[in-house]
Nanobody, 123 residues
């Protein structure tokens, strides 16, 4: 069992930046791919980014490519999502996820979900 707790969400103006953190407990994340999903009001959850176990392979949704960066610190059992040049359409609840491989997360093959953290981008 892996327990995930997200933090770092909040209200930011368009063009601003936020860094989300996800602290894992229960098991070491070095054995898992990690990633982020988001869900906007009235929309389905969508893939944002994923990272392989050592961080050498990453995937991004086209909508965030070039603006968001996923990283991980396996020693701290934490994964991050640096979000720059934020847009109002990035407003959503952001969820940290765990899976077997980074490509599996891209395909919504998720083993564990966090509770989510709200990100609101004002225009």
């Amino acid at each position: 069992q892996v327990h995930l707790v997200e933090s770092g969400g909040g209200l930011v103006q368009a063009g601003g930046s936020l860094r989300l953190s996800c602290a894992a407990s229960g098991r070491t994340i070095s054995g898992f791919a990690m990633g982020w999903f988001r869900q906007a009001p009235g929309k389905e959850r969508e893939f944002v980014a994923s990272s392989s176990r050592a961080g050498g392979t990453v995937y991004y949704a086209d909508s965030v490519k070039g603006r968001f960066t996923i990283s991980r610190d396996n020693a701290k059992n934490t994964v991050y999502l640096q979000m720059n040049s934020l847009k109002p359409e990035d407003t959503a609840v952001y969820y940290c996820v765990v899976g077997n491989r980074a490509y599996d997360l891209l395909r919504l093959d998720v083993d564990y979900w966090g509770q989510g953290t709200q990100v609101t981008v004002s225009s």
